[in-house]
């Protein structure tokens, strides 16, 4: 340390001066230590001040508290990531399920290539994808909105048509039973059936989407012509051109048709690397939160790790390259599981205990310095990639993801919610 400089430090703390020359050989005289024989007046100095009984408590004292403030911030936060654990296992326990006798109706549907005309030799992918995009979705929102008005011919007549429009719903008319058709998810589902059955033979010819133009919107009713100019002005181009054109709808019933058609039309819609994508998931889970088949199966595309559909939506995680989610798209489906358990008396057992087994075994730590600017996200490994995560995941990596799930209110009531299922009352 520089001479003058301790010299201050001493006047302000012993109220000692020292001397330029007060230890001029110190180091080769005693071993670098000051507490030289040649210099009594600091030692006695600092002998008295550590020598008093006041000053002597105050430093012990601080010593001490240091120590045990160190001590019970450690046992807390160790005593947290156990509760956690023990929470985890407590809620899988509580779900006494036999799994090869539980009958569970997946609402995935399977798919295969036969499913999908696809020609030999196409165009670009960008620009043929986002055609047949454009040509599917107007064929369907035209179609029901003509459905719509034909099926409601007497609240029609109080509403001013277009002309030729009007036309076209009165000739349909003459050909269906005066019924009337509400928004309900069943008759939406009926509809969306119908429509797919009755497209699917447009793909068969080339021809016919690649020379497809959208028709003019002037003489369709005020909803289809806000729809037909946004269709118009949208590339479709990705996941991020379809989240705008779907928050542009003007009802929640074409919303849902919309839903229904991305689960079906994914490989339509180019996928980026943005996390854009993942808070468009949440968005369609928050969506489909009233309606029980909707919800399980977007929430299916994260639980099966086969499904190609959920790259549409889920990033790779850059170390691994793995897909993954965030700990708060995890949470919304295990929250929409107990929602439909508790409010609607159905029985998800084994998506859930897939979800709690997903929170024990495959959290990661995102960066960040202070633990608030960590993120956790649950890993997603496909089979293949299984192996590779389990040589990856140390038990140090598990705990910290459980330190900070520890300390998120949602999770925890979450997993208090679940234990006391089964729970002898």
Same mark, same amino acid.
């Given at each position: 340390m520089h001479k003058s400089r301790f010299s201050t430090i001493c006047r302000r703390w012993y109220?000692?001066?020292? @001397? =330029?020359?007060?230890?001029?050989?110190? #180091?080769?005289?005693? @071993? @670098?230590?000051?507490?030289?024989? =040649? !210099?009594?007046n600091i030692t006695k100095t600092l002998w008295k001040y550590f020598n008093a009984p006041g000053n002597l408590m105050f430093v012990t004292c601080n010593l001490v508290t240091f120590a045990g403030f160190v001590t019970i911030?450690?046992? &807390?936060?160790?005593? #947290?990531?156990?509760?956690?654990?023990?929470?985890?296992?407590?809620?899988?326990?509580? +779900?006494?399920?036999? &799994?090869?006798?539980?009958?569970?109706?997946?609402?995935?549907?399977e798919y295969s290539s036969s499913n999908f005309w696809c020609p030999a030799k196409s165009p670009p992918l960008a620009t043929y994808d986002s055609? %047949?995009?454009?040509?599917? +979705?107007?064929? %369907? +929102?035209y179609a029901f909105y003509?459905?719509?008005?034909?099926?409601?011919?007497?609240?029609?007549s109080k509403v001013r048509l277009p002309k030729d429009w009007k036309q076209e719903v009165e000739y349909l008319q003459d050909y269906t039973n005066n019924a009337t058709v509400n928004c309900t998810h069943r008759e939406m589902d009926n509809f969306y059936n119908e429509w797919k059955r009755e497209f699917l033979q447009v793909f068969a010819d080339l021809n016919k989407s690649q020379r497809f133009t959208l028709p003019t919107w002037k003489d369709y009713p005020k909803p289809l012509k806000i729809i037909c100019s946004k269709l118009y002005h949208n590339d479709m181009e990705d996941i991020h051109a379809f989240a705008d054109f779907y928050n542009e709808m003007p009802s929640l019933g074409v919303k849902r048709l919309l839903r229904r058609w991305l689960l079906d039309y994914t490989h339509l819609v180019s996928t980026t690397s943005s996390t854009a994508d993942e808070?468009?998931? #949440?968005?369609l889970l928050q969506d489909s939160k009233g309606d029980e088949v909707m919800f399980n199966t977007f929430a299916s595309l994260l639980l099966n790790p086969a499904d190609t559909r959920r790259t549409c939506f889920l990033p =790779?995680?850059?170390?691994?390259?793995?897909?993954?989610?965030?700990?708060?798209? &995890?949470?919304?489906?295990?929250?929409?599981?107990? !929602?439909?358990?508790?409010? %609607?008396?159905?029985? !998800?057992? @084994?998506?859930?205990? #897939?979800? +709690?087994? %997903?929170? =024990?075994?495959?959290? &990661?730590?995102?960066?960040g310095d202070q633990p608030k600017s960590k993120t956790v996200r649950i890993m997603l490994p496909t089979d293949d990639q299984r192996d590779l995560l389990e040589m990856t995941m140390t038990p140090q990596k598990r705990k910290r993801s459980l330190a900070l799930i520890s300390h998120h209110l949602e999770a925890i009531e979450l997993l208090d919610s679940i234990s006391k299922w089964n729970r002898p009352t």
């Open positions: 109220n000692t001066s020292i @001397g =330029k020359n007060a230890f001029p050989n110190a #180091r080769s005289n005693s @071993g @670098g230590l000051l507490l030289n024989s =040649k !210099h009594n911030n450690s046992m &807390v936060a160790s005593n #947290r990531e156990r509760l956690t654990e023990a929470k985890l296992l407590e809620a899988q326990s509580s +779900l006494e399920v036999d &799994v090869q006798n539980e009958e569970q109706e997946s609402p995935l549907t055609q %047949m995009a454009k040509m599917s +979705l107007f064929h %369907m +929102l003509l459905y719509r008005d034909v099926l409601s011919a007497e609240e029609n808070k468009f998931y #949440r968005q =790779k995680q850059d170390l691994y390259q793995i897909q993954s989610a965030s700990l708060d798209t &995890v949470l919304l489906i295990l929250k929409g599981y107990v !929602h439909q358990r508790e409010k %609607m008396n159905k029985n !998800h057992n @084994g998506p859930i205990i #897939r979800l +709690l087994s %997903m929170l =024990k075994k495959d959290c &990661v730590v995102g960066p």
